[in-house]
């Protein structure tokens, strides 16, 4: 008979059932014997140089690929650092396994190195969690957690596997290795509800549909481009669910971004909310209180969350989608669509206008024209940041899904997913151009994954959104406190770019508007992991500071 060991056979089960192409890593003697199990199925392993770098970008995996992200972290504080990632991916309700390490079960209650309960720790930041202890039960935990992640409403899931299990042999024709399986569940709303959603579709004069990351994980594209190209309903596609359909839909109104779905809510009569939760983001849903609203939701706690709904239809977006396009009735609302269009386009001139003109010093806006004048829409770009995050997901646009990702500004406002993200991206997608658009602040956090990037041949290209401060957090106190009181938020001249150089990467410091094109196009050329350094207006606010601080002034 044959022996395989605890570790090996985790490696086996990923590889061989699931068909995981990466998993997302940093040594440690708890997992070690995995590590050389990914290495002896060749299974490719991406070493970061922090552990929170490794969740987020299992986190990233899953939004470019619709497959849960790995994360294999040691015990301790490499299951501490990938906490901040885990929680990111449980708000952003992103598939995500994350294989930890443990202190030997023998070791329990005697002060074993890194011994500490994470379990607990880590319950209320994921779907599903538990310890497997009995070498032949790995494959069985590891298709639960698998099943786990994906299953109903996404989100991360959390296996513990101690050294005890890991490191010793078993028989492998004794163990039961599971097939992997794929349920395919259908809730279907009643056909009253239907009926009365169709109702209120026929009746409403102004109408638009909101989809979410529900979309994205769906999948369901096409089932939104044929409901609205039959009603006449112009959409808006935000978070994970951006991309689904390009910007450039004839019905899609993402060419205004977040400022045109906040132009249009309050004239809206009637909202369709596929897919999104109204959180604070959107105002808990307060900024259409006269509006009718139907809500398409897998989670039914969401339906009537922040905001009662007159229809709710439970289950998965797509097929609800396929039911209730048959049942709504065709009509041309080009008239409203032009209305809308004229309304947000009035909130967008000055902003445009900043994208077609020169500046000294370069303002936000610019830059991200001049960069997407460079790289164009068969690119993916992923933008970090506060300030930053508006800009980008404002100038940006993408004919692939994911194509436009901003993560800071999900749930829980995470900055310093930029790097991790677009070297997910560019592992992902490693023929296609990949742009990251990094504040200078958010840039600190995971700048030293530009080693990662180096040493595994990944060449993304940065471009740091330099205004010398923590801008979103420095012009809130600008308006709360004054400018003469900003306190922690002034960062100075950084040269990040010479930090990449000094990693084996390309980098150029740019303070003029002319330099910006030849740099970027220097960078790629380079075929190097770049940094393009580029001095831009420490004074430009953008809409997104004023939402931040307002949500904060009203105590």
């Not at 899953?62 to 299951?79: E, I, M």
């Not at 959180?279 to 139907?294: C, H, I, L, R, Y």
């Not at 990949?434 to 990662?452: A, C, H, P, Q, Y």
């Amino acid at each position: 008979m044959s022996q395989i060991t605890g570790g090996h056979l985790v490696a086996k089960y990923l590889k061989e059932i699931e068909g995981v192409e990466a998993v997302f890593t940093l040594s440690g003697a708890h997992i070690e014997n995995i590590l050389d199990g990914l290495n002896e199925f060749g299974l490719r392993s991406v070493d970061v140089r922090h552990e929170q770098a490794a969740s987020m970008m299992a986190h990233a995996w899953s939004l470019y690929t619709g497959k849960p992200g790995v994360c294999l972290v040691t015990a301790g504080p490499g299951f501490t650092n990938a906490l901040t990632g885990i929680a990111n991916a449980f708000l952003d309700n992103a598939p995500m396994v994350v294989l930890c390490g443990r202190h030997p079960l023998r070791d329990d209650l005697k002060g074993a190195l890194q011994e500490m309960n994470q379990i607990d720790m880590v319950k209320s930041v994921v779907k599903w969690s538990a310890t497997c202890r009995d070498i032949k039960r790995i494959p069985e935990y590891l298709s639960i957690a698998f099943r786990q992640a994906v299953e109903g409403r996404p989100g991360p899931v959390f296996l513990e596997l101690p050294p005890d299990i890991l490191s010793i042999a078993v028989d492998l024709e004794s163990v039961d290795i599971p097939k992997r399986r794929t349920l395919k569940t259908s809730v279907t709303p009643v056909k009253e509800d239907l009926e009365a959603a169709a109702k209120l579709i026929d009746q409403a004069k102004r109408p638009l549909l909101i989809g979410g990351s529900g979309v994205g994980f769906s999948e369901c594209g096409q089932q939104v481009a044929a409901f609205a190209e039959k009603t006449g309903i112009p959409f808006a596609l935000l978070n994970n669910g951006r991309g689904a359909l390009p910007d450039s839909h004839p019905r899609s109104i993402n060419d205004g971004g977040f400022t045109a779905v906040m132009a249009a809510l309050p004239q809206v009569d009637l909202v369709i909310i596929v897919g999104l939760r109204l959180n604070w983001v959107m105002e808990s849903g307060q900024t259409f209180p006269d509006a009718k609203v139907v809500r398409i939701d897998i989670d039914p706690t969401e339906i009537d969350r922040n905001r009662t709904s007159d229809v709710g239809l439970t289950g998965d977006a797509g097929q609800i989608l396929d039911l209730l396009t048959p049942m709504a009735a065709g009509k041309d609302r080009s008239q409203w669509e032009k209305d809308l269009r004229a309304a947000y386009g009035a909130f967008l001139v000055t902003e445009r206008e900043q994208r077609e003109t020169p500046s000294h010093p370069i303002h936000p806006n610019r830059l991200v024209a001049q960069i997407h004048k460079v790289m164009g829409e068969d690119a993916y770009y992923v933008v970090d940041g506060g300030d930053t995050s508006y800009y980008g997901s404002a100038g940006f646009s993408s004919i692939h899904k994911a194509g436009v990702l901003a993560p800071a500004s999900s749930l829980l406002g995470c900055i310093g997913t930029g790097v991790p993200f677009a070297l997910a991206a560019k592992i992902a997608h490693p023929n296609k151009p990949v742009i990251l658009l990094n504040g200078d602040g958010s840039f600190g956090f995971n700048g030293m994954e530009f080693d990662t990037a180096v040493r595994l041949n990944i060449p993304i290209v940065c471009v740091v959104n330099n205004d010398c401060a923590w801008g979103m957090i420095k012009h809130a106190q600008e308006m709360s406190i004054g400018p003469e009181r900003c306190t922690c938020s002034e960062l100075g001249t950084r040269h990040y770019e010479k930090m990449v150089e000094a990693l084996g990467g390309y980098g150029e410091f740019v303070e003029k508007d002319e330099d910006i094109i030849p740099a970027l196009k220097r960078a790629i050329e380079s075929g190097k992991p770049a940094c393009v350094n580029v001095m831009t207006d420490c004074t430009a606010v953008s809409p997104a500071t004023v939402v931040f601080y307002q949500t904060l002034s009203d105590f």
